[in-house]
Protein backbone atom coordinates (compact mmCIF):
# COMPACT_ATOMS: atom_id res chain seq x y z
CA UNK A 1 0.00 0.00 0.00
CA UNK A 2 2.52 2.19 0.78
CA UNK A 3 4.09 1.76 -3.08
CA UNK A 4 1.16 2.44 -4.02
CA UNK A 5 0.21 5.80 -2.07
CA UNK A 6 4.03 6.71 -2.86
CA UNK A 7 3.72 6.56 -6.80
CA UNK A 8 0.71 8.10 -6.77
CA UNK A 9 2.22 11.10 -5.01
CA UNK A 10 5.53 10.87 -7.17
CA UNK A 11 2.60 11.26 -10.01
CA UNK A 12 1.17 14.22 -8.96
CA UNK A 13 4.23 16.36 -7.81
CA UNK A 14 5.24 15.50 -11.61
CA UNK A 15 1.87 16.40 -13.24
CA UNK A 16 2.51 20.01 -10.90
CA UNK A 17 5.32 20.32 -12.47
CA UNK A 18 5.05 20.05 -16.03
CA UNK A 19 1.76 22.27 -15.51
CA UNK A 20 3.87 25.02 -14.15
CA UNK A 21 6.13 24.25 -17.78
CA UNK A 22 2.83 25.12 -19.93
CA UNK A 23 1.95 28.88 -20.86
CA UNK A 24 -1.51 29.87 -20.08
CA UNK A 25 -2.13 32.15 -23.05
CA UNK A 26 -4.64 34.72 -22.74
CA UNK A 27 -5.71 37.82 -24.67
CA UNK A 28 -4.73 41.13 -22.92
CA UNK A 29 -5.83 44.74 -24.03
CA UNK A 30 -3.52 46.83 -25.99
CA UNK A 31 -4.30 49.92 -23.67
CA UNK A 32 -6.86 52.03 -24.76
CA UNK A 33 -5.86 51.46 -28.83
CA UNK A 34 -8.84 48.60 -29.29
CA UNK A 35 -6.23 46.16 -30.21
CA UNK A 36 -6.15 42.75 -28.57
CA UNK A 37 -3.02 40.18 -28.67
CA UNK A 38 -2.61 36.48 -26.46
CA UNK A 39 0.58 36.28 -24.38
CA UNK A 40 1.89 33.28 -22.68
CA UNK A 41 1.60 35.17 -19.40
CA UNK A 42 0.61 38.74 -18.41
CA UNK A 43 2.41 41.08 -20.14
CA UNK A 44 1.20 44.32 -17.37
CA UNK A 45 0.72 47.82 -18.68
CA UNK A 46 1.85 48.44 -22.32
CA UNK A 47 4.65 51.20 -22.47
CA UNK A 48 3.57 54.17 -24.66
CA UNK A 49 5.81 56.07 -26.31
CA UNK A 50 5.94 58.37 -29.50
CA UNK A 51 7.00 57.72 -32.49
CA UNK A 52 10.01 59.71 -34.35
CA UNK A 53 6.99 61.44 -36.52
CA UNK A 54 4.79 61.52 -33.34
CA UNK A 55 2.43 58.58 -33.59
CA UNK A 56 1.75 57.15 -30.31
CA UNK A 57 3.11 53.36 -30.53
CA UNK A 58 2.57 50.85 -27.47
CA UNK A 59 5.04 48.28 -26.50
CA UNK A 60 4.02 45.49 -24.94
CA UNK A 61 6.70 42.15 -24.06
CA UNK A 62 6.91 39.23 -21.85
CA UNK A 63 9.36 36.44 -21.07
CA UNK A 64 8.31 32.35 -20.77
CA UNK A 65 10.99 30.17 -20.41
CA UNK A 66 13.84 31.53 -22.24
CA UNK A 67 11.80 32.86 -24.67
CA UNK A 68 10.61 36.76 -25.16
CA UNK A 69 7.45 37.60 -26.55
CA UNK A 70 7.79 40.99 -28.18
CA UNK A 71 4.50 43.38 -29.85
CA UNK A 72 5.31 47.25 -31.06
CA UNK A 73 1.91 48.44 -32.31
CA UNK A 74 1.88 52.30 -33.76
CA UNK A 75 -1.51 53.74 -33.73
CA UNK A 76 -1.31 55.88 -37.79
CA UNK A 77 -4.24 57.77 -37.25
CA UNK A 78 -5.80 59.24 -40.18
CA UNK A 79 -2.00 58.74 -42.22
CA UNK A 80 -2.85 55.84 -44.43
CA UNK A 81 -6.46 56.13 -44.57
CA UNK A 82 -6.75 56.15 -47.93
CA UNK A 83 -3.84 53.60 -48.59
CA UNK A 84 -3.55 50.16 -50.92
CA UNK A 85 -2.11 47.04 -49.66
CA UNK A 86 0.51 47.53 -51.89
CA UNK A 87 1.44 50.74 -49.84
CA UNK A 88 0.71 49.13 -46.70
CA UNK A 89 3.03 46.33 -47.32
CA UNK A 90 5.75 48.97 -48.19
CA UNK A 91 5.28 50.84 -44.69
CA UNK A 92 5.56 47.14 -42.99
CA UNK A 93 8.76 46.16 -44.86
CA UNK A 94 10.50 50.00 -44.58
CA UNK A 95 9.43 49.30 -40.40
CA UNK A 96 10.51 45.77 -40.22
CA UNK A 97 14.03 46.95 -41.90
CA UNK A 98 14.29 49.82 -39.77
CA UNK A 99 13.87 47.36 -36.90
CA UNK A 100 16.98 45.15 -38.41
CA UNK A 101 19.44 47.93 -37.73
CA UNK A 102 18.22 48.06 -34.22
CA UNK A 103 18.35 44.90 -33.10
CA UNK A 104 21.55 44.16 -34.97
CA UNK A 105 20.23 41.54 -37.38
CA UNK A 106 23.08 39.61 -39.06
CA UNK A 107 20.88 37.10 -41.40
CA UNK A 108 17.28 37.52 -42.24
CA UNK A 109 15.45 34.28 -44.28
CA UNK A 110 13.89 37.52 -46.51
CA UNK A 111 10.25 38.50 -46.51
CA UNK A 112 7.30 36.73 -47.06
CA UNK A 113 4.43 38.71 -48.58
CA UNK A 114 0.87 38.58 -48.35
CA UNK A 115 -0.92 37.15 -45.84
CA UNK A 116 -3.92 38.08 -44.77
CA UNK A 117 -5.82 37.68 -41.47
CA UNK A 118 -9.71 36.33 -41.67
CA UNK A 119 -10.61 38.66 -39.19
CA UNK A 120 -9.61 41.96 -41.14
CA UNK A 121 -9.74 41.00 -44.77
CA UNK A 122 -8.17 44.90 -44.92
CA UNK A 123 -4.83 44.14 -43.47
CA UNK A 124 -1.96 42.66 -45.40
CA UNK A 125 1.21 40.67 -43.86
CA UNK A 126 4.73 39.67 -43.69
CA UNK A 127 6.63 37.52 -42.02
CA UNK A 128 10.57 36.82 -42.16
CA UNK A 129 12.68 35.08 -39.52
CA UNK A 130 15.99 36.94 -38.29
CA UNK A 131 19.38 36.05 -36.68
CA UNK A 132 20.93 38.47 -34.23
CA UNK A 133 24.77 39.45 -33.84
CA UNK A 134 24.07 37.32 -29.97
CA UNK A 135 23.02 34.05 -32.07
CA UNK A 136 19.00 34.83 -30.98
CA UNK A 137 16.35 33.39 -33.01
CA UNK A 138 13.62 35.76 -33.91
CA UNK A 139 10.18 34.73 -35.59
CA UNK A 140 8.41 37.88 -37.19
CA UNK A 141 5.12 38.47 -38.14
CA UNK A 142 4.22 41.90 -38.67
CA UNK A 143 0.73 43.08 -40.04
CA UNK A 144 -0.83 46.71 -41.46
CA UNK A 145 -4.14 48.03 -42.01
CA UNK A 146 -5.42 52.11 -42.75
CA UNK A 147 -5.64 52.54 -38.88
CA UNK A 148 -2.56 50.11 -37.53
CA UNK A 149 0.61 48.74 -37.61
CA UNK A 150 2.15 45.79 -35.08
CA UNK A 151 5.01 43.31 -34.78
CA UNK A 152 5.40 40.91 -32.96
CA UNK A 153 8.31 38.73 -32.15
CA UNK A 154 9.22 36.05 -30.12
CA UNK A 155 12.95 35.59 -30.11
CA UNK A 156 15.84 33.35 -28.22
CA UNK A 157 18.63 31.27 -28.25
CA UNK A 158 17.29 28.05 -28.09
CA UNK A 159 13.85 26.36 -30.38
CA UNK A 160 10.62 28.06 -28.77
CA UNK A 161 7.73 25.95 -29.36
CA UNK A 162 5.97 25.90 -32.39
CA UNK A 163 2.86 25.83 -30.83
CA UNK A 164 3.72 29.00 -28.57
CA UNK A 165 5.03 30.58 -31.39
CA UNK A 166 2.04 30.48 -33.12
CA UNK A 167 -0.32 31.50 -30.73
CA UNK A 168 1.65 34.60 -30.14
CA UNK A 169 1.94 35.28 -33.47
CA UNK A 170 -1.36 34.89 -34.72
CA UNK A 171 -2.82 35.67 -31.57
CA UNK A 172 -3.15 39.91 -32.47
CA UNK A 173 -6.41 41.07 -33.32
CA UNK A 174 -6.91 44.66 -34.89
CA UNK A 175 -10.53 46.68 -33.31
CA UNK A 176 -13.76 45.25 -34.32
Not at 51 to 76: C, P, T
Not at 89 to 94: A, F, G, V
Not at 98 to 114: N, V
Not at 131 to 139: A, L, P, R, V
Amino acid sequence: MNKLLLSLLFLVTSLVSVSQDVPQFAKYAISSSGCYAYFPVNPGSFEIQKSEDSLNMYIGKASFGDAFYYLILVDLGTVFIDSEKDELNNLLTQYLDFLQTQYKITRTAGYGMGHIMESNPKATGVIDFWEDENNYQYDIKAWADNHFLVVLMVYSVEEVNYNYKSLFLNGFRFPE
